[in-house]
Protein backbone atom coordinates (compact mmCIF):
# COMPACT_ATOMS: atom_id res chain seq x y z
CA UNK A 1 0.00 0.00 0.00
CA UNK A 2 1.47 3.23 -0.63
CA UNK A 3 0.99 6.07 1.63
CA UNK A 4 -1.56 8.53 1.37
CA UNK A 5 -0.24 12.24 1.93
CA UNK A 6 -1.93 15.59 2.47
CA UNK A 7 0.79 18.27 2.32
CA UNK A 8 0.07 21.55 2.99
CA UNK A 9 2.11 24.10 1.25
CA UNK A 10 1.72 27.78 3.16
CA UNK A 11 3.92 29.65 0.42
CA UNK A 12 5.31 33.00 1.72
CA UNK A 13 2.20 33.43 4.23
CA UNK A 14 2.20 33.82 8.39
CA UNK A 15 4.37 35.24 10.66
CA UNK A 16 6.64 33.25 13.31
CA UNK A 17 3.53 33.21 15.69
CA UNK A 18 1.14 33.05 13.37
CA UNK A 19 2.34 30.15 12.07
CA UNK A 20 3.01 28.28 15.56
CA UNK A 21 -0.75 28.93 16.15
CA UNK A 22 -2.02 27.19 12.80
CA UNK A 23 0.41 24.48 13.54
CA UNK A 24 -0.85 23.90 17.31
CA UNK A 25 -4.38 23.97 15.63
CA UNK A 26 -3.11 21.37 13.02
CA UNK A 27 -1.39 19.15 15.33
CA UNK A 28 -4.17 18.69 18.35
CA UNK A 29 -7.03 18.22 15.36
CA UNK A 30 -4.92 15.21 13.75
CA UNK A 31 -4.32 14.02 17.60
CA UNK A 32 -8.40 14.04 17.95
CA UNK A 33 -9.74 13.33 14.51
CA UNK A 34 -7.84 10.80 12.33
CA UNK A 35 -8.10 7.73 12.73
CA UNK A 36 -6.31 6.28 9.33
CA UNK A 37 -3.09 5.83 8.31
CA UNK A 38 -2.70 8.99 5.95
CA UNK A 39 -0.14 11.61 6.68
CA UNK A 40 -0.28 14.80 6.97
CA UNK A 41 2.79 17.27 6.07
CA UNK A 42 3.12 21.14 6.61
CA UNK A 43 5.80 22.67 4.37
CA UNK A 44 6.59 26.03 5.84
CA UNK A 45 8.65 29.11 5.09
CA UNK A 46 11.92 28.44 6.80
CA UNK A 47 11.52 30.53 9.73
CA UNK A 48 9.03 28.44 11.08
CA UNK A 49 10.92 25.00 10.45
CA UNK A 50 12.64 24.03 13.87
CA UNK A 51 9.57 25.53 15.89
CA UNK A 52 7.23 23.25 13.76
CA UNK A 53 9.30 20.35 14.00
CA UNK A 54 9.28 20.20 18.05
CA UNK A 55 5.53 20.93 18.16
CA UNK A 56 5.41 17.74 15.69
CA UNK A 57 7.12 15.61 18.40
CA UNK A 58 5.11 12.73 19.39
CA UNK A 59 2.66 12.95 16.52
CA UNK A 60 3.46 10.11 13.84
CA UNK A 61 0.77 11.32 11.55
CA UNK A 62 2.45 14.70 11.39
CA UNK A 63 5.38 15.64 9.07
CA UNK A 64 7.27 19.03 8.55
CA UNK A 65 8.92 20.01 5.05
CA UNK A 66 10.59 23.16 3.51
CA UNK A 67 9.54 24.82 0.14
CA UNK A 68 12.91 24.93 -1.52
CA UNK A 69 16.64 24.20 -0.70
CA UNK A 70 19.86 25.19 -3.05
CA UNK A 71 21.06 22.78 -5.38
CA UNK A 72 24.71 23.02 -3.77
CA UNK A 73 25.93 21.94 -0.54
CA UNK A 74 27.37 25.19 0.86
CA UNK A 75 29.04 28.33 0.05
CA UNK A 76 28.88 31.96 -0.87
CA UNK A 77 25.18 32.37 -1.73
CA UNK A 78 23.86 34.61 0.31
CA UNK A 79 20.22 34.39 1.29
CA UNK A 80 19.75 30.60 0.44
CA UNK A 81 19.58 27.63 2.35
CA UNK A 82 20.84 24.09 2.17
CA UNK A 83 19.40 20.85 2.10
CA UNK A 84 21.74 20.16 4.99
CA UNK A 85 20.43 23.17 7.20
CA UNK A 86 17.14 21.91 6.57
CA UNK A 87 17.60 18.21 7.58
CA UNK A 88 19.77 20.04 10.70
CA UNK A 89 16.68 21.07 11.71
CA UNK A 90 14.66 17.94 11.83
CA UNK A 91 12.32 18.53 8.48
CA UNK A 92 11.80 15.60 6.29
CA UNK A 93 10.74 16.76 3.24
CA UNK A 94 11.04 19.11 1.09
CA UNK A 95 9.13 20.67 -1.92
CA UNK A 96 10.83 20.74 -5.84
CA UNK A 97 9.76 21.97 -9.03
CA UNK A 98 7.08 24.06 -8.10
CA UNK A 99 5.17 25.58 -10.98
CA UNK A 100 5.65 29.02 -8.93
CA UNK A 101 9.69 28.70 -8.78
CA UNK A 102 9.78 27.63 -12.05
CA UNK A 103 7.47 30.56 -13.67
CA UNK A 104 9.19 33.61 -11.14
CA UNK A 105 12.59 31.86 -10.94
CA UNK A 106 13.75 30.66 -13.37
CA UNK A 107 14.07 27.02 -12.26
CA UNK A 108 14.35 24.36 -15.43
CA UNK A 109 14.68 20.47 -15.37
CA UNK A 110 18.39 20.21 -14.89
CA UNK A 111 18.73 22.42 -12.05
CA UNK A 112 15.64 20.57 -10.75
CA UNK A 113 17.39 17.40 -11.56
CA UNK A 114 20.43 18.84 -9.14
CA UNK A 115 18.27 19.71 -6.29
CA UNK A 116 16.84 16.59 -6.42
CA UNK A 117 19.86 14.78 -5.94
CA UNK A 118 20.95 17.41 -3.33
CA UNK A 119 17.81 16.71 -0.77
CA UNK A 120 18.59 12.82 -1.43
CA UNK A 121 22.17 12.92 -0.42
CA UNK A 122 21.07 14.62 2.38
CA UNK A 123 18.00 12.15 3.49
CA UNK A 124 15.32 14.68 2.57
CA UNK A 125 12.10 13.67 0.90
CA UNK A 126 11.11 15.18 -2.68
CA UNK A 127 8.02 16.31 -2.97
CA UNK A 128 8.25 17.07 -6.88
CA UNK A 129 6.11 18.78 -8.88
CA UNK A 130 5.11 18.80 -12.50
CA UNK A 131 2.45 19.86 -14.20
CA UNK A 132 1.52 22.05 -17.42
CA UNK A 133 0.30 25.29 -18.20
CA UNK A 134 -3.00 26.26 -19.18
CA UNK A 135 -1.21 26.99 -23.30
CA UNK A 136 0.46 23.54 -23.20
CA UNK A 137 -2.79 22.05 -22.30
CA UNK A 138 -4.85 23.80 -25.25
CA UNK A 139 -2.24 22.85 -27.51
CA UNK A 140 -2.58 19.27 -26.38
CA UNK A 141 0.78 19.54 -24.93
CA UNK A 142 0.45 18.19 -21.81
CA UNK A 143 1.69 14.95 -22.23
CA UNK A 144 4.59 15.94 -24.10
CA UNK A 145 5.55 18.50 -21.20
CA UNK A 146 4.68 15.83 -18.36
CA UNK A 147 7.26 13.66 -20.04
CA UNK A 148 10.20 15.58 -20.08
CA UNK A 149 9.62 16.73 -16.57
CA UNK A 150 10.21 13.59 -15.50
CA UNK A 151 12.96 12.02 -18.10
CA UNK A 152 14.87 15.54 -17.06
CA UNK A 153 14.32 15.84 -13.58
CA UNK A 154 13.74 12.77 -12.09
CA UNK A 155 14.17 9.61 -14.01
CA UNK A 156 17.86 9.77 -14.11
CA UNK A 157 17.79 8.51 -10.27
CA UNK A 158 18.35 5.09 -9.30
CA UNK A 159 15.43 3.05 -8.35
CA UNK A 160 16.88 3.23 -4.66
CA UNK A 161 16.57 7.03 -4.94
CA UNK A 162 13.24 7.31 -6.84
CA UNK A 163 11.73 5.10 -4.29
CA UNK A 164 12.03 8.08 -1.83
CA UNK A 165 9.90 10.16 -4.11
CA UNK A 166 6.34 12.10 -3.75
CA UNK A 167 5.58 13.51 -6.76
CA UNK A 168 2.52 15.99 -7.11
CA UNK A 169 0.85 16.19 -10.67
CA UNK A 170 -0.13 20.52 -10.81
CA UNK A 171 -2.48 21.43 -13.50
CA UNK A 172 -0.71 25.49 -13.79
CA UNK A 173 -3.71 26.38 -15.21
CA UNK A 174 -5.64 25.24 -11.85
CA UNK A 175 -3.48 27.05 -9.54
CA UNK A 176 -4.93 30.27 -7.43
CA UNK A 177 -7.55 30.68 -10.35
CA UNK A 178 -10.31 28.83 -8.72
CA UNK A 179 -10.09 26.45 -11.80
CA UNK A 180 -10.19 22.64 -10.81
CA UNK A 181 -8.93 19.72 -13.12
CA UNK A 182 -12.01 17.32 -13.14
CA UNK A 183 -11.75 14.43 -11.42
CA UNK A 184 -11.49 12.43 -14.56
CA UNK A 185 -8.86 14.73 -15.85
CA UNK A 186 -6.58 14.51 -12.99
CA UNK A 187 -6.67 10.53 -12.91
CA UNK A 188 -6.06 10.42 -16.57
CA UNK A 189 -2.81 12.46 -16.04
CA UNK A 190 -2.68 10.42 -12.72
CA UNK A 191 -1.72 7.32 -14.71
CA UNK A 192 -0.01 8.46 -17.50
CA UNK A 193 2.82 9.58 -14.68
CA UNK A 194 2.41 6.01 -13.39
CA UNK A 195 2.94 4.12 -16.37
CA UNK A 196 5.53 6.48 -17.54
CA UNK A 197 7.08 5.67 -14.15
CA UNK A 198 6.80 1.97 -14.77
CA UNK A 199 8.37 2.05 -18.14
CA UNK A 200 11.02 3.73 -17.03
CA UNK A 201 11.64 1.36 -13.20
CA UNK A 202 9.11 -1.28 -12.98
CA UNK A 203 5.68 -1.74 -11.92
CA UNK A 204 6.42 -2.34 -8.70
CA UNK A 205 8.50 0.70 -8.87
CA UNK A 206 4.95 2.45 -10.16
CA UNK A 207 2.71 1.05 -7.71
CA UNK A 208 4.45 1.96 -4.63
CA UNK A 209 4.98 5.86 -5.60
CA UNK A 210 3.01 8.17 -4.09
CA UNK A 211 1.27 10.86 -6.50
CA UNK A 212 -0.84 14.51 -5.46
CA UNK A 213 -3.00 16.48 -6.81
CA UNK A 214 -1.91 19.99 -6.61
CA UNK A 215 -4.29 22.05 -8.22
CA UNK A 216 -6.92 24.17 -6.02
CA UNK A 217 -7.62 21.06 -3.81
CA UNK A 218 -10.22 21.95 -1.06
CA UNK A 219 -12.89 20.01 1.57
CA UNK A 220 -15.44 20.23 -1.89
CA UNK A 221 -13.41 18.42 -4.03
CA UNK A 222 -11.39 16.03 -2.60
CA UNK A 223 -13.46 13.78 -1.83
CA UNK A 224 -14.19 13.03 -5.48
CA UNK A 225 -10.47 14.08 -6.39
CA UNK A 226 -9.19 11.05 -3.98
CA UNK A 227 -11.56 8.24 -5.08
CA UNK A 228 -9.33 8.35 -8.22
CA UNK A 229 -7.51 4.81 -8.19
CA UNK A 230 -3.98 6.74 -9.02
CA UNK A 231 -4.62 9.74 -6.68
CA UNK A 232 -3.21 9.41 -3.80
CA UNK A 233 -3.37 12.45 -2.09
CA UNK A 234 -3.22 16.26 -2.15
CA UNK A 235 -0.40 19.28 -2.42
CA UNK A 236 -2.62 22.12 -0.44
CA UNK A 237 -2.09 25.85 -1.17
CA UNK A 238 -4.81 28.20 0.10
CA UNK A 239 -6.86 25.90 2.13
CA UNK A 240 -3.64 24.79 4.33
CA UNK A 241 -3.77 28.00 5.58
CA UNK A 242 -7.16 27.04 7.19
CA UNK A 243 -6.43 24.50 9.62
CA UNK A 244 -10.47 23.19 9.57
CA UNK A 245 -10.20 23.26 5.98
CA UNK A 246 -7.06 21.53 5.87
CA UNK A 247 -8.04 18.44 8.26
CA UNK A 248 -11.23 18.38 6.24
CA UNK A 249 -8.84 17.41 3.36
CA UNK A 250 -6.64 15.01 5.61
CA UNK A 251 -9.80 13.11 7.20
CA UNK A 252 -11.40 12.28 3.57
CA UNK A 253 -8.63 8.82 3.72
CA UNK A 254 -10.37 8.44 7.73
Not at 99 to 117: C, I, M, W
Not at 159 to 171: D, G, H, I, K, R
Not at 196 to 218: F, K, M, P, R, W
Request: glycine share 8%.
Amino acid sequence: MRKKIVAGNWKMNLDYNEGLSLFSEITNMVKDEITGSQQAVVCSPFIHLHSLVQMAKGYDKVAVGAQNIHQNESGAYTGEVSAKMVKSVGAEYVILGHSERRQYFGEDNQLLAVKTETALKNGLKPIFCIGETLDEREAEQHFDVIRTQLKEGVFSLSTEQFSQLVLAYEPVWAIGTGKTATSEQAQEIHAFIREEIANNYSQEVADNTTILYGGSCNPKNAPELFAQPDIDGGLIGGASLKSRDFLDIVKVFN
